[in-house]
């Protein structure tokens, strides 16, 4: 039976059901910035065709960034927090992966308990008046293939089995450094993703994640236990996508 010693998790429109990038766009700029990413998440587009451009439309300053921070941890999905304890309680290392901007995704790590040390973001820059002033160009999460190299990186570090949770095409490029990649949909559903995905959360809470996680093991406390329980009555409607295509 499958049981996770690390849970890797991305961010946006997973932990929290924004799009980072999205929410710093203007309302002029919203249109064209979302199309730009839906259009990388998809995997249509390479990442490092618009993350510089993305950047370069909306051009965040310090404030705003810290601001999306805080939006982050607003907007987390459900049972999200309390997942992440429940699997920190278990035994279970928690890492934070993004390719959305370092101090944004420290704030919700820092919400989450996870410690700096274990997430990997973007760094952003900016000058004296606080205005931006540029990205860590260098960092392989604003290019193709990026989270795969950074797992890479971790593995060595990392308690094996790793089970990936993300919703898009930059976190399914991971999967061969993993032992199990699930589709989290709650948020946005991406055919592709899913369709490549060892499982696949469909509900809004990320509770189904703790039976994937645990081996279909309950934790022993009583609110981990219901938590626990309410993620396997939230996945059983919904087949791992690897089942769902041998049965169509």
């Known amino acids: 039976m499958f049981r996770a010693r690390t849970v890797i998790l991305d961010c946006d429109s997973t932990l929290s059901s924004i799009e980072g990038i999205d929410e ?15 259009e990388a998440m998809r995997g249509v587009v390479p990442l490092e065709a618009v993350y510089a451009r993305r950047l370069d439309i909306v051009r965040p300053g310090r404030a705003r960034v810290a601001a999306l921070g805080a939006r982050y941890v607003e907007m987390l999905v459900d049972d ?31 919400a989450l308990g996870v410690a700096p040390h274990d997430v990997r973001a973007v760094d952003v820059h900016f000058d004296e008046r606080g205005e931006y002033a540029g990205f860590d160009a260098s960092s392989p999460l604003a290019r193709t293939g990026g989270k795969l190299a950074v797992v890479q990186d971790w593995t060595p570090a990392l308690p094996r089995p790793i089970l990936l949770v993300g919703d898009g095409a930059t976190d399914l490029e991971a999967r061969p450094a993993v032992d199990r990649f699930v589709a989290y949909a709650g948020v946005i559903s991406r055919p592709d993703v899913i369709a490549a995905a060892d499982e696949v959360i469909a509900s809004r809470s990320l509770a189904p994640l703790l039976p994937i996680a645990l081996g279909h093991v309950a934790p022993s406390g009583p609110d981990a236990r219901e938590l626990y329980e309410r993620g396997v009555r939230l996945r059983s409607p919904t087949l791992p996508a690897s089942q769902a295509r041998r049965q169509s």
């Open 24 to 38: 710093l766009a203007t309302a002029s700029q919203r249109v064209e910035i979302a199309r730009l990413t839906d």
């Open 80 to 110: 999200a927090e309390s997942v992440v304890r429940t699997l920190r309680e278990e035994g279970v290392a928690v890492r934070l992966l993004s390719g959305g901007l370092r101090p944004a995704v420290l704030v919700l790590a820092d």
